[in-house]
């Protein structure tokens, strides 16, 4: 992945994802499937202008949905964990973007 904002797609705002974000330090966003956890690390230092202590990713499957008779897949996706160092200043996503 060459550019960082290709790396990042978009942040996840879920009830789990702002428990996360308010009581473990931690954030969390949707990243092409590509990405490593070193490219995400990078992109959020670069974007954010925060330190990142640590990244976990996971992978999800996409889910066969239907409409009537039609059927179709939704796309896989990956979601990445950054766990920010003590002492960092937490992203407000609205005034990030």
């Known amino acids: 992945m060459s550019l960082r904002y290709d790396v990042l797609k978009t942040p996840v705002v879920t009830e789990k994802s702002t428990f996360v974000k308010d009581n473990l330090h931690t954030l969390t966003f949707k990243v092409a499937r590509r990405a490593t956890k070193q490219e995400i690390k990078n992109a959020v230092e670069k974007i954010f202008?925060?330190?990142?202590?640590?990244?976990?990713?996971?992978?999800?499957?996409?889910?066969?949905?239907?409409?009537g008779r039609y059927s179709g897949h939704r796309p896989d996706w990956k979601k990445a964990y950054v766990t920010l160092r003590k002492g960092e200043k937490?992203?407000?996503?609205?005034?990030?973007v």
């Open 49 to 67: 202008k925060v330190k990142v202590a640590s990244v976990r990713t996971a992978n999800f499957h996409g889910k066969m949905r239907r409409q």
């Open 90 to 96: 937490m992203v407000e996503f609205a005034g990030a």
